[in-house]
Each structure stands twice: as structure tokens, then as C-alpha cells.
């Protein structure tokens, strides 16, 4: 019998787990560092006996179509023989380029430039043809480049294509000297909770950064570091199956044009909220470096309130009215680095790693009031809630890429670690009256806590690509996760008679996490009958997730697949159809199945409080929830407009959805956790219109429409309806470089199993005004007319419940920010003589 800690194994008909957690996340390593050193040892090697550098190649690049010199592009040399790379520069204004000092053996000329086609020729060097004219080169215009569609001369805001939008966070002035979560609430289609949380479609989203599933919240990424936002709702098997809820890939500033070029900013503005940041590239040839820093204060002073009305027997019982004022302030730092080095012409070395770090105090102000069914106080009283939290984040990544010369042919292998530590100190006072207001016996009520949570998360992916003919390829891949995590916490209220603090044994854990997921995929793509491009993939996953409450002897755990009866939950297939119907239309349609696994603290089934009459707590027998999805896009544009429809569907088994229910040991008080539905379905229609009528102004409008059917377990709470929201912006580039822009949205009540959440609506207005593109100057008003609330209304047979709260109100924020740079291939070579011409040229920002 085999013995493994896993819940099978591969004896006889069975079907185990292959590797054991530690152990194949050590072979795995290994491998890494052994493809790593293989081309670092490759590239170190010396060849004996150098021929003269003594030869020369030059010409002009010129656009195919418009004959005009193409400006800035990349002329490379490289060795036939084994493709190092010997010389390079950038072409100059008037199309020309020269290479000297060239080695005199044949040599692969390529020159490269965004927005074309490489073009690549061969050159023979030697002692009788040292110097060589390659005449005109003329480069093709890249039309698969060409047909994303960017409306204008400039950058778009939003980029639309067949399976992804894309959000350009640089055009977005609102969102300067913000964070992520000021990015996110302008794009169609995705909100952001009370609690910083990012939806799409209705559904919660997996966020990546750079393409990695990242630990840290919308909050802790500084919006001036972030290129462009990709939104992804129906993801590839490439992906993890747990995105149900679709992707939101942030991209992070990355300038890939030779020599040096930065950016400083700071900001200021209400509420005490000031920001700063710089970052700085440089680049040639084969290595280019990137540095930044920044950091973020923000003040929030927010009210809120819950109105309940207890039931029974469709009677009222009694009420239960609750005020709140919260402030809170918060203090971001992060930094970044990165370095990439081109081995040689097949192998690209990427190392990246970041830190970062989080302070948050919080102040919040409580009075309560309990009155009878005749409206008359029986009881009140106050509580306040002192939080402290610091948050350390660490994250170590290394990128290895290999080319083979079969084109398109390439295998990635990506390793990442990062560890989190958070520490935590909260004190609960509480003032308890009687009916008369007079203060109760053995008050105040005070309860301190303090905690810490520690975690080391370990990512190795390794992905291949082959090109099998013009119209097909191949893709496979493995990945493996894993996520040890530790927390304790550590309660204690105050005893009067005493004068002492006493541990409260309910509320005091410490809890340990083993969560460990190994993956892979394959994936095909190719044409069929009347062009339609397809793609079948299929990605298998095991799960294995075990928490222990260390200090009960608890444990709670579940495993995909555990046998052979539920081996059909860890397959995830995919299968793509897009189709061109003319040059500026297209058409997808697909289909996938994906999963969402539920997380620790609604496993946990320790209670986590949160007022007087309120607390969460876990539900350990949870399962993970499974969703068959499916949509059909419909893509076009012109010169003027560009119109993307999405019509969508989800059939969801055991959703995991919140519900709420009163105390067995007191009516009063409601228990919130969370629960398994029977099914969900829901399907909806997404639109986003682009339009640029005139040339300075673009138009951005969306809109979505959800239908929601939801069921608890057991059928007897069902709820059902349409979920709508619009959104609009409008840029308009004004005369002497200044742009204003609006952004507008309106949320209606979204259906919930035990009620529907509040309206949510606002409109931020933000001026920009740019002088040379080096200096950029910006001041947003973010919700303008104080409107923007999270809440919820809820309706059981045991208690009606209003609630509302904010997660920050109306503020001015002024922001500026200088672009440097040069342009240069050859930043770090010696000269001789002063840089003429096209040899240097001030970077065009």
C-alpha cells in the first residue's frame, strides 16, 4: 500500500499525486538553475583567434509606402555562426545607419522597428569586401500591428481588440498620483468595493501584475507606475482555471527605447493626500536597467450606518439603529527594480524584484441605540475601534526566454518568490446605557488584539510555443504553486474586579496554511474552413489546501482530484473561434469551464467580530465553486468609431455566495458567513463605444446589462433580476497643449441572494495641462459631487437591514510630473569626438 500524505497515489487503477510538494518544488529549482547557468556558461566561453575588426556595413531604411527614412529604428549585427550579437546603433533622422569595426565573417544584418516588419539579410565579410553598401532597405508596414485599433493621432485611453481591452493609464488624469484602484474605476465593466476590491462583470477578478497573480491589493500599486491596464474576461487555459471572474493584468512602466530616460512627479492635495515618485531607464545593448520609487499619504474621514428591523413570524420584534464616523489614514511605499540581459541573439535574462510597504491607523467612532416594536429606547451606548496595521511585501523574480530559429518557435521559463509579513494592534472600547442613559455595571468594555501573519509564496512556470506550419502552433506549459502561511492572534478583554486583562480563548487563534496547486496545459491553435481561426486547449489542475487551527487541534481541508470519481474537477477545458469578416470586423466565439476555490477566512471557523451586533465567522465545509462560461464578441471600427459588443453567459455550481443569519444564542445579533448556493446562472450583454467625431475629442461610452439567478442550497431563499450599469468619458485636447476630461458612472442595485446593494454614482472632473511633452501638469477632482457609497438592503424573514459606508469622500488633487531622457545605443562608449547628427537625438516624451 502506498503511504503518501496526499489522498492517493499511482498504485494499480488509482491516480496519485506524482510528486510530493517539497520535494517537486526542489527538482523543479534545480531545473531552473540549471537552464539559467547553461546559457550564462554558453556566453562566458571566449572564441580563440578573432578575425580583424576592420569591416563596415551601411545604407538608409526607408518606410516601403511613404519612401520617408524610418527615424530611431534598430540596426543589428549578428554572427552567422552562432548569433551573438557584434555591433548595432539606431538609424538616424535622415534614414541612414553605419555599423564599423565589424568583424570581417558573415554576418545577420536585422533591422527592427514597432509598427513593422523585421526585415533580415545576410553580408560576407573579408579582406576583399570590407566595406559593404546595402543600398535602400525598405521595411513593410506591420498590419497585424496596425490593425489594433488606436483612434487618433495619439494614444487612446482604450484600445479595443477581439478577446481584451486595453486601459493606457497614462491618458487617464484622474488618476494621477493615485493608486490602482483609481485606475480600475474608470475602465467599463469593473468596479471597486468598499474595501478596495475589484469586480468584473459582477463576478470577482484574479489581478495580475506583468502577467504574474500578484499578492498585493489595488491599493499598494501606485497609478504612476502603470502603463496600461489589459482586461482579459474569458482567459486562455494558459491561465490559472481560477478565473471565473476574469483577469485585470496590470502592465508596469517599461521603456524599451535605448539610452536613459525617466520621470519625477509629486502631487498634493485634500484630505491630506501627497504623493512622489521617480523611475529612470537605461538601455544598451546587452543589458538595460530600471529603478523607481514611490510613496503615498491619504486621509479619509468617512460616516456610515446600519438600520435593522427585527422579525419573527413576520412581527417586529424590535430595532437595532447604528451610526459610524471612521477616520483613517494611510502612509504607501514601494520600489522597484529590474534588469534584463540579452546572453546572446536566442537568450534574454530578466531579474525583477520589488518591496513594499504599508502603515494604515484607523479611528472609528460607533453609537448605537436598541429600541422596542413601540420605537422606545431600551438601550444604548458607544464603541470605539482603534486599528493599527503595518505591511511588509517582498517579491524576487527571475525570466528566462530562449529562441530557437525556427520562428515563433520559444520556450519561457518564470520563477518567482515573494514573502508577506503584517502585524496588527486593535483596541474595542465600549460604553453600554440603560434605557434611563445611565452608564452599566462593569463598563467600560475593552478588548485588545494583537496578531501578526507571515507567508512565502513560491511560483515556477515553464511554457513552450512551436510553430507547427504559416496557420497553426502549439502551445504547452507547467506551473506549479505553492503557499505556506502563518497567523496568530491573540485576544484579551478587561476584567473589573481585578484590574487585569484576561485571554479570551474563542476569539485567540493561531493558524497554519499549506495551499499547493500543480498545473499544466496544452493548447492548439489553427485555421479551419472559411479562415476561422480556432483554439482547443485543455489544463489540468490539482488542488491541495489544508488549514489547522494549531491551537484547537482543528483542521479543515479539500483536495481536486481526491479519486477517480471527481478526476473530471481538475480538467479545465478551453475552445476559442474568431473569425475576420472583413478588414475592420470580427467575430469570436468560446467556451470554457474554470473554478474558484474558496480561501481561508471563509474556511476559518473562528469568529472574527466586527461590531455589537455583528460577526463573521467561516464555514469550513465549503467547496469550491465551478462554472461553465461562455461568449460571443462582435469587433469593428473605422476611422471615426469603434463599437465591441459581448454577449455572455455563466452557469455556476455551489456558488459561494455571503449570507447572514440571527444568533442561536441571541436573535439580535447576526452571524455573517458564507455558504454554498445550489447554482447561479447569470448572462448579460456588454457594450463599449469608442467615437471621435472631431479630432480633439474622444468619446468612451459603455454599458452593461446582467441578468442574475440565484438559490441557496436547500431552495428556500431565492432571489433573481437585472443588474445594470453606464459609464461614460469624454477627453477633449484643447488649444496650447491642455486636456480636460470627465468621467462619469452610475451603478443600479445589483441583485444579491438576501437583497440588492445600493446605487452607486459619481463624476470626476480632471484638467491637464502638457508644455514641450517634458513637463505635465494635472488637477483632478475626484467625485465631484460626493455621491459614491457602497451598501446594501437586505430582506429574511428574520430582519429588514439598510447599510451604507464609504471608502473615501470627495478630494482635489494637484499633480506634476517632468520627463528626461536621451536617446542613445551607444550611452556608455567612450568618444573621441563631439556627437553630430543623428548620432543622439533628445528623447520625443
Known sequence: MCKTRFPMCLCGKKIGYVLHKMNFLRIVFLLLLTSLLHPLTSYAQKPQGKPPAIGKIYGRILDSKTKQPVEFASVTATSVKNDSIISGSLVKQNGDFSLEKLPLIPLKVKVSFIGYTALEQTVALNMQNMEVDMGNLKLEPDTKVLNEVVIGEEKSTMTMSIDRKVYNVEKDIAAKGGTAADVMKNIPSVSVDADGNATLRNSGTQVYVDGRPTTLTLDQIPADQIDKVEVITNASVKFDASTSGGILNIVMKQNRKPGYNGTVSAGVGTNERYNASANINIRQNPIAFSASYSFNTSRNLNEGYTYRTNLYNESVTGYFNQDNVNDERGLHHMGRLGLDINL????????????????????????????????????????????????????AAAFLKHTFPKKGEELTIDASYNYGYSERDYVFTTYNYDSLQTLMPQNPEIQRNDGFSRSHQYILQLDYVNPLTENSKIEAGIRSYYKPYWSENFTENYVFPTDSYEKDSILSNRYYIDDLINAAYINYMSKMWWNIRYQIGFRFEQSYYKGTLQDRNQEFSYSYPSNTSNLLSSIFPGVYFSKELSKKQEMQLNFSRKLNRPNFFQLNPFIMGADKQNYRIGNPTLKPEFTNMGELNYNVWNDKFNFLTSFYFKLTENPITNAAFPSEGDSTVLVNTFINGKSSFTYGLDNSLKLTLIKPLDIMLSGNVIYVELSSTDGLTKNSGFNWEARGNMTYRLPADFTIQVNGRYEAPKIILQGTQIPQYSVDFSLNKSIKKKWNFSLALNDAFNTRRWGANYDTPFYTQEASRRRETRFLRFNVSWNFGEQDASLFKKRNQKRTGGESQDMDF
Open 344 to 395: 546572446n541573439n536566442r537568450n534574454l535574462l530578466t531579474l525583477s524584484g520589488n518591496f513594499f510597504y504599508r502603515f494604515n491607523d484607523s479611528d472609528d467612532g460607533q453609537t448605537f441605540t436598541y429600541l422596542s416594536p413601540e420605537n422606545v429606547v431600551t438601550a444604548s451606548g458607544s464603541r470605539n475601534n482603534v486599528q493599527i496595521n503595518n505591511h511588509y511585501n517582498y517579491t
